[in-house]
């Protein structure tokens, strides 16, 4: 997509000198120098400080050059799965730690969701509201979607030995990208090779069926996640 291109694309220029993380496919590219590169990328993140917190910019893509999404352009078809194939699911974890005490209020961290522009991302049912970490009845994390389009949790939370920190993870995955079945006769070169029911795997049947069985369209999604910190409020 042209216009989420070119938005993150101004993006990663301002982080000139930046550290950026991407994760995707590690390949050898013989057509390109001959050189290892990640091609396509899948997941691209990173962090710009913020008043009172930071933020997160996650960038999640099914790849649109359409040069990895059928079997029949992978090593004559002999992978499992073509590598940038939509739907791409991705996962960001996010670390935090933050104080406990059942004595007193303690400070709330929030992390907040504003999309930057998407297309084709999956809704997962009945997740548009708040998900609260909460100890001894006080909420210490709290993430807010704004949408539809994550799958959350909370990972490896506990405290550290001997101290009153909690730290742990907030996980949250994203899924970009369709591949739709448009029809049950598959053909090949002409030829009718099959039938194969609606709600068949792309991955499952024969790779010369792919192509006439499915259309796969690409998506992405680009966001940022805000973390700030709500201080307790103290009753004199």
């Keep these: 997509n042209d216009a989420a291109k070119a938005i993150l694309l101004n993006l990663l220029r301002s982080l000139y000198g930046s550290k950026v993380c991407v994760y995707g496919a590690w390949i050898f590219d013989n057509g390109h120098c001959c050189q290892p ?9 990173w962090t710009r400080p913020a008043p009172g917190g930071k933020i997160y910019y996650f960038n999640l893509i099914a790849d649109d050059s359409k040069r990895y999404w059928w079997r029949d352009q992978m090593d004559d078809g002999t992978k499992l799965r073509p590598w940038g194939a939509p739907p791409v699911t991705g996962t960001f974890a996010i670390a935090f730690e933050t104080e406990v005490n059942t ?26 509201h708040n ?25 490896n939370v506990g405290l550290v030995p001997g101290t009153n920190k909690l730290r742990g993870f907030l996980v949250i995955q994203s899924t970009v990208g369709k591949a739709t079945q448009i029809a049950t006769k598959a053909y090949w070169l002409g030829k009718y090779i099959g039938t194969y029911p609606m709600g068949s795997d792309p991955d499952k049947v024969p790779q010369q069926a792919e192509r006439s069985l499915f259309k796969k369209e690409e998506g992405h999604y680009l966001f940022t996640v805000t973390h700030t910190v709500q201080k307790p409020v103290v009753i004199q």
């Design 37 to 45: 590169e990640i091609h396509p990328a899948e997941q691209i993140w």
């Design 131 to 155: 998900y609260d970490l909460e100890y001894n009845g006080q909420t210490l994390i709290r993430f807010i979607p704004h949408n539809d389009a994550f799958y959350v949790r909370y990972s």
């Design 103 to 128: 004595n007193r209020p303690v400070e709330m961290q929030i992390f907040n969701v504003a999309n930057i522009h998407d297309r084709h991302v999956k809704a997962y049912p009945n997740t548009d």
